[in-house]
């Protein structure tokens, strides 16, 4: 039976990302966007992805925290031949298609349809405005913007991308540094919103150590585990040479195509579950536990639009080391971590010897309050429903 609210609009989210079975970290931040909206709109999100299944499609619905999730699971095509992405192109378009028509069912026709990240979510959902002649947002996450990804894909993504860009009602970004990265691309700046991540914190009561090794220093990474963008494998080459005297753990935390290779470097140096240990992937709940076990964080990613987890560890009172890599820039300082510039590994060893000796010196409040303020779900909420009211009173 049908859970429709009329006296709501309707806002139908398509995400390239959104946590699922196989990936509980894809998309955090884009699930915690939409969530926000929930209270005043009749929020519906309808995600596909493939699988490793024996049907065609699989339709999973919920309806959780006031939104209507729909996610389609369809069959992987598993030949390696260039038909492949053809395939999978035909295939997430019956998916989407799909879970487009239980939205509807359950909140009638959207009033604006909103697509997280490039390409096939925003071509789609420029399709369905056009179709119901309504408007469609796109917020945009992809660090390939700022990094030279973008300018490496071939002509006609190039083009459609920008094309649907120019066709928005409006842009979301989560950084003035993927913001200029856009401007660069042809989009105009007046189009483009900057609004943050959401950044939560553990329940107070939740908000306490229980390590078994207190006296041990801990630090931590969380990230996909892709080293070209990452670069993890510079801190474990890293935490090969650091002094020996010290006791320490780095831990790492997420999973990706590269694991394997990183699991494998840490043993050759034979610090694999003596220094360093992979945690696996987690969902938000369980990383923001780990952080609360740590001393301080450490992001050595060559390029990032944001990242959620420094901020996530400033608001748990931790101290961090990030690189000069786009987004945390604009929040981290003398005040609250150190600074380094990627790929330096000479940097990123003085600045981890340095925070394990002064990690205690950091005041928990000095770290958390600007971040409660800029990155809460109230001050964010308010941002994304300020930019929902400017797309709807355009005349």
């Keep these: 039976m049908s859970q429709t609210v009329t006296k709501k609009k309707h806002i139908l ?7 699922h079975p196989a990936d509980i970290q894809n998309g955090v931040f884009i699930k915690k966007h939409i969530g926000v909206t929930a209270e005043k709109f009749n929020s519906s999100v309808v995600f596909a992805t493939s699988a490793k299944q024996n049907n065609k499609f699989e339709v999973q619905s919920s309806f959780a925290e006031r939104v209507f999730t729909v996610e389609v699971f369809f069959r992987e095509y598993k030949s390696k031949s260039g038909l492949k992405p053809a395939v999978h192109a035909f295939r997430y378009l019956k998916a989407m298609c799909k879970g487009i028509k239980l939205a509807k069912l359950q909140f009638g026709k959207p009033a604006i349809v909103h697509a997280h990240v490039v390409l096939r979510a925003a071509l789609l959902a420029w399709i369905l405005a056009f179709y119901h002649h309504i408007p469609f947002i796109i917020t945009e996450h992809w660090s390939g913007f700022m990094n030279g990804d973008f300018q490496r894909k071939n002509l006609i993504y190039r083009k459609l991308v920008i094309f649907l860009m120019r066709r928005a009602a409006k842009i979301v970004v989560v950084s003035k540094s993927l913001k200029e990265s ?6 105009e700046d007046s189009k483009i919103s900057i609004i943050p991540n959401i950044v939560d914190a553990l329940p107070q009561a939740e908000n306490r150590r229980f390590t078994s090794f207190p006296c ?3 630090f931590l990474s969380v990230a996909d585990l892709v080293d070209r963008i990452k670069n993890i494998s510079d801190i474990i080459k890293t935490v090969a040479e650091l002094p020996e005297k010290t006791d320490f753990e780095y831990w790492i935390v997420g999973d990706g195509e590269d694991k394997e290779k990183l699991v494998l470097l840490a043993e050759s140096l034979g610090l694999l579950n003596k220094k360093v240990f992979f945690m696996g992937r987690k969902n938000n709940d369980e990383v923001l536990k780990i952080i609360n076990e740590v001393d301080f964080l450490v ?3 060559f390029t990032e639009t944001f990242s959620v987890v420094t901020a996530e560890a400033l608001l748990a009172g931790k101290p961090v080391i990030s690189t000069r890599c786009g987004g945390p820039e604009f929040f981290i300082n003398e005040t609250n971590g150190i600074l380094i510039e990627p790929g330096n590994r000479e940097v990123l060893s003085a600045a981890i010897i340095s925070m394990m000796s002064n990690y205690k010196s950091y005041n928990p409040e ?4 600007p971040i409660r303020e800029k990155f ?7 941002e994304i429903l300020a930019m929902y009211d400017e797309v709807f009173n355009r005349k």
């Design 182 to 187: 856009l401007v660069r691309i042809g989009i």
């Design 216 to 218: 041990r220093i801990i």
């Design 13 to 19: 989210h398509f995400p390239k990302w959104y946590p």
């Design 299 to 301: 992001l050595n990613s």
């Design 366 to 369: 000095i770290l958390k309050n």
């Design 376 to 382: 809460g779900r109230e001050a964010v909420g308010k």
